[in-house]
């Protein structure tokens, strides 16, 4: 597997590169298709008074969805252990959900004779949260400087990827969050996947009959 390291804000070592191939072997035996390992070492100095920090980010890119992970710590070799025991557990909680659909289907399915999804529920947005979401009333503080605050938010954006209920649940796993945004391609809305008890799941799917201004014209 190929591997690719690069700091922002901070020297790579060649004791840091040899720690790495040590690591990744943990990896490589839950991915044994991966192609390349991705990692980027983050130096961050903050002016109210902060400890300086690492952040490490991984990226498993090969023959499937891309798998990430990351850890921040005071130490880039923590940070590194902390971001490499994230990414086995993902990789590791997406080949026992594989084998337990095979062995004991359940959860999220697709009848096909009937057309009806089972084993989800569905509910729609309410009016507000699409007028919140068309109008960007949705309060996200957004500052240049990092400034202290007991709440961090962080803002992302991605390309819109259109695939099933099913395939959405397969990506959440192996991106290791609670939750995969996606736009459903039976039907075009915008939708979210989370995860419930055991591997159970839920979906939260935004419909509307008339665009936003309509709706709060009449």
């Not at 700091?7 to 590169?17: H, K, S």
């Not at 990226?59 to 252990?81: H, N, Q, W, Y």
């Not at 961090?152 to 969050?177: C, N, P, Q, Y």
């Amino acid at each position: 597997m190929e591997t690719s390291i690069v700091g922002v804000g901070v020297g790579i070592t060649d004791r840091f590169r040899t720690v790495v191939e040590e690591k990744i072997a943990k990896i490589q035996m839950l991915a044994s298709r991966a192609q390349r390992l991705d990692v980027k070492v983050t130096h961050r100095v903050y002016r109210n008074g902060r400890i300086p920090d690492e952040t490490v980010e991984l990226t498993l890119i090969g023959k499937g969805p891309v798998v990430r992970a990351e850890a921040t710590d005071g130490d880039k070799f923590v940070a590194l252990d902390l971001a490499v025991d994230k990414m086995a557990e993902q990789l590791r909680r997406a080949k026992e959900k594989r084998v337990d659909g095979r062995q004991h289907p359940r959860g999220a399915h697709f009848e096909k004779e009937s057309g009806a999804l089972e084993g989800i529920d569905v509910q729609p947005a309410s009016a507000d949260v699409l007028h919140a979401v068309a109008t960007g009333s949705v309060p996200v503080q957004q500052t240049e400087e990092e400034e202290y605050s007991p709440v961090v938010i962080r803002t992302k954006s991605f390309d819109a990827e259109w695939m099933t209920v099913e395939e959405a649940v397969d990506r959440m796993e192996l991106v290791g969050h609670d939750f995969f945004l996606f736009v459903d391609v039976r039907t075009d809305h915008p939708s979210v996947v989370y995860r419930r008890k055991g591997w159970d799941y839920g979906v939260i799917a935004l419909s509307t009959q008339a665009p936003p201004s309509q709706a709060l014209a009449s």
